[in-house]
T-cell receptor
Framework: EAQVTQNPRYLITVTGKKLTVTCSQN?????MSWYRQDPGLGLRQIYY???????DKGDVPEGYKVSRKEKRNFPLILESPSPNQTSLYFC????????????FGPGTRLTVT | KNEVEQSPQNLTAQEGEFITINCSYS?????LHWLQQHPGGGIVSLFM???GKKKHGRLIATINIQEKHSSLHITASHPRDSAVYIC?????????????FGEGTQLTVNP
């Protein structure tokens, strides 16, 4: 089954404790992205990747890091989380060569206290 | 001002009504996406458009490149269509993974 998986689905952590949210897709997609969704602000892109080792900043990259060492994985790293990073996070992937349909992961709800 | 704007923000309809959600954008784009977010939070892609019109079941999406405007229509609406509908654009000159989003339209269809 074609899918994007994210782990963990729920995470409560404390300010300053480094964390990684993993994202993996099994569709051999070139494009992958991370988004955050906040009430009243909608979805905003954090980082995106066009292929292995090719990443770029989205609209709200501050406080986040990403890496794309393998085509299927695109982890999101919060080196020193702060309460303003409490949010719902989505990973997504799409193909460069086909319809461009976006495939979203199920979301990760992060709370930073 | 957001580069992508949707209207209305909230929409309530009776079952069977024809529904239109609008999306306007202020920059040149290479693609326009319509997404649906279910009450449980999951997001699915409905359409990707670069020109013209697409139809899938009771859903129709249109885009007018000159007017920088897209619409999502739902015919014979049903309570299961209740969801948040989001448009997103890929600006010209960026890769297909770059998206800028509208605020979303909360649709409620009453039986």
């Amino acid at each position: 089954e074609a899918q994007v998986t994210q782990n963990p689905r729920y995470l409560i952590t404390v300010t300053g404790k480094k964390l990684t949210v993993t994202c993996s897709q099994n569709m051999n997609h070139e494009y992958m992205s991370w988004y955050r969704q906040d009430p009243g602000l909608g979805l905003r892109q954090i980082y995106y990747s066009m292929n292995v080792e090719v990443t770029d900043k989205g609209d709200v990259p501050e406080g986040y890091k990403v890496s794309r060492k393998e085509k299927r994985n695109f982890p999101l790293i919060l080196e020193s989380p702060s309460p303003n990073q409490t949010s719902l996070y989505f990973c997504a992937s799409s193909s460069r060569t086909t319809t461009g349909e976006q495939y979203f992961g199920p979301g990760t709800r992060l709370t930073v206290t | 001002k957001n580069e992508v704007e949707q209207s209305p923000q909230n929409l309530t309809a009776q079952e069977g009504e024809f529904i239109t959600i609008n999306c306007s954008y202020s920059v040149g784009i290479s693609a326009l996406h319509w997404l649906q977010q279910h009450p449980g939070g999951g997001i699915v892609s409905l359409f990707m458009l670069s020109s013209g019109k697409k139809k899938h079941g009771r859903l129709i999406a249109t885009i007018n490149i000159q007017e920088k405007h897209s619409s999502l229509h739902i015919t014979a609406s049903h309570p299961r269509d209740s969801a948040v509908y989001i448009c997103a654009a890929t600006p010209l000159g960026t890769s297909g993974s770059r998206l800028t989003f509208g605020e979303g339209t909360q649709l409620t269809v009453n039986p």
